[in-house]
């Protein structure tokens, strides 16, 4: 069974920062993509990042430059290395995979593109 467990959010002042954590199960890597998505309140969704098991990254505008995706084969988990933490970083931070498009070169970031799907982890961003 294809399972996802986010954590590491917290509250964390402007310009700090924070690794989250997504511990996957059921499923390896190499033939999933793997993604990170916000919501904050009264937004819509949005795509953070994305990673693919062969390597392809994917960077949303507010992510781009400011965060880093990367995989733990060892440790099954898939981490999201935020930097210079703004308040509109605020949000429950999910991670979600999706099963690799044989043939595909690149990785998807669309959340529609994406089957399972974490709790989720609250990120709170204050000065």
């Known amino acids: 069974e294809v399972q996802l467990q986010a954590s590491g959010g917290g509250l964390v002042q402007v310009g700090g920062s924070l690794r989250l954590s997504c511990l996957a199960s059921?499923?390896?890597?190499?033939?999933?993509?793997i993604g990170w998505f916000r919501q904050a309140p009264g937004k819509e969704r949005e795509e953070v990042s994305c990673?693919?098991?062969?390597?392809?990254?994917y960077y949303g505008k507010s992510a781009l430059g400011r965060a880093t995706i990367s995989i733990d084969n060892a440790q099954n988990t898939v981490f999201l290395q935020v930097n210079n933490l703004k308040p509109d970083d605020t949000a429950v931070y999910s991670c979600?995979?999706?099963?690799?498009?044989?043939?595909?070169?690149?990785?998807?970031?669309?959340?529609?593109?994406?089957?399972?799907w974490g709790q989720g982890t609250q990120v709170t961003v204050s000065s």
């Open positions: 979600a995979t999706a099963k690799a498009v044989p043939g595909y070169i690149g990785v998807r970031c669309e959340e529609d593109a994406y089957d399972y």
């Open positions: 059921g499923f390896t890597f190499d033939d999933y993509e």
């Open positions: 990673i693919s098991g062969d390597g392809h990254r």
